[in-house]
């Protein structure tokens, strides 16, 4: 109702209201403003970058980019670099001459932080040279790994060089990258046994490398993606969490004098040596002696190799070992291809340690040649047809590319003794599977020594040769599709 008697009023005032008047004077003008500036039609005004879009990456990863700017020049020909060169631009795609698409890869070295970038532009008209232009700070390489305190902790583990420390890590990439398989620790640590990994969480026990550097560690890792390529993570050293590494001076080993009074004192306590080689291709013998009574069939001396790089994860982990149950000598082979500096991390198998620990180590080295080949033939080796003979034993021979392609199957290789003495032979995988050796008369047929195996990563046997006779290994593994490395060595 009240909205029908507003309508009506309305409706007589506008009834009421006469024919409209004359038009009224115009207005005076009002006072003129100020000249405005002139307009840079030529150029557009100041040339600038305005923005690189992603402006954060991981290390070790690569990304489209696109880099914006104002009243630029960009042309195909621009470079684009980065203040740091782990950072690389690979390719360049012109949008518009305010617009790039940059490929970009950071390597896995990149220092995080915030990075510059310049480009330079060739004169497009009435410039005097190349346009060049620096955006500060334009992208910033973040950390892809978090390190964990452990519980209770406020700050990271002091660790010397060669020792064993526990890790925990977060992915900070996990959407994009989220750990897949075989995933590791890298970088100035590599990881012993397994680890416990999720998409987003790994830890395990890790050994530090033998030369890495003193203060705070930045940790690494490693996973297998999906479709079998590697992916890195790095962790950032200022991490509050980072463990803290202490130099450590390796105990120097010369080639056949025995280093005695050696113990393993504590649990998870390594002992680490030192030693060099003069030429290149080389056996080195490391042998344990007096052995104390912490020492048995079941807690043997272990430990880890490098080379002079000083990485744990460019050289193999080992178990010592010796023929017949009551060991006095227990042994371990290696082959160093390159002349130069060697080390070794010792510690007890289990881990533990006590005075009763004690040991005497000594290193030999001799001339080593490679065998051709330990892969199958087609159909698989036999007793006739073994996978590699040996006519002389007149040095150290050795092969890398041995596989254990079914699970207990039989590699033969056959070896002629060219002296009477010891023969030490070595077979060596990843620890966890069953690896072992074994020895058979000279047609591979008859056991003469029953296999021996050990899940420690090497397993060998001691064997008492006469000269002119011909011998028969017999290499064996529990696990199907394994790789193993074999070493045949004369006294040395």
Known sequence: ??????????????ACQGPAGEKGEAGLMGEKGDKGDKADVSSGGTAALAALTPSAMFPGRTAVMQLSGVATHFQSTSSVTFDDPAIK????????????????????????????????SPPTGG???????KLTGGLTVMPSLGVELASGATSGPTVSQGALVDVAVRNLDYRDNPFWSLSRFAGPI?????????????????????????????????TVGPFGQTITYVSDAKDT?????????????????????????????????????????????????????????????????????GKFSEGQAFDSWASGGAAVVRNVLQIVAKKGDGYSAVLASDQSGSMAHNYSIMVKAGAATALSSLKEPMGGDTAMMPLASVAELDKAYYGTDGKIDTAYEDDFIKFKAKTTGKVYVQVGAVPGPNIGVGLR????????????YSRGGT???????????????????????????????PAL
């Open 89 to 120: 631009v690979t390719k360049v795609e012109v949008g518009s001459n305010a617009n790039l698409r940059l490929m970009v890869e950071v390597g896995v070295d990149a220092k995080l932080g915030a990075h510059d970038l310049t480009i330079s």
């Open 459 to 489: 397993m060998g046997v001691e064997l008492d040769v006469k000269a002119g006779d011909t011998y028969c290994l017999r290499v064996s593994g529990d696990t199907t599709n394994v790789a193993y490395n074999l070493i045949i060595s």
């Open 190 to 222: 590599s990881t012993i046994g397994t680890v416990n990994a999720t998409t987003v969480r790994m830890s395990g026990l890790a050994i530090v490398d033998v030369l890495a550097p003193a203060g705070a560690l930045a940790v690494g890792g490693t």
């Open 441 to 452: 008369d000279a047609g591979c047929s008859m056991v003469v020594m029953p296999t021996q």
């Open 241 to 309: 969490a980072a463990p803290q590494v202490k130099a450590r001076t390796p105990t120097a080993l010369a080639f056949g004098m025995p280093k005695i009074g050696e113990t393993i004192a504590e649990k998870r306590a390594t002992n680490l040596y030192k030693y060099t080689t003069t030429a290149d291709s080389q056996v080195v013998h490391m042998q344990f002696g007096a052995l104390g009574t912490g020492w048995s069939n079941f807690v043997r001396p272990s430990g880890y190799t490098a080379p002079a790089s």
């Open 1 to 14: 109702m009240k909205k029908t008697l507003s309508f009506l009023m309305m409706a007589m005032l506008a």
């Open 127 to 133: 410039e005097t040279g190349n346009e060049e232009l």
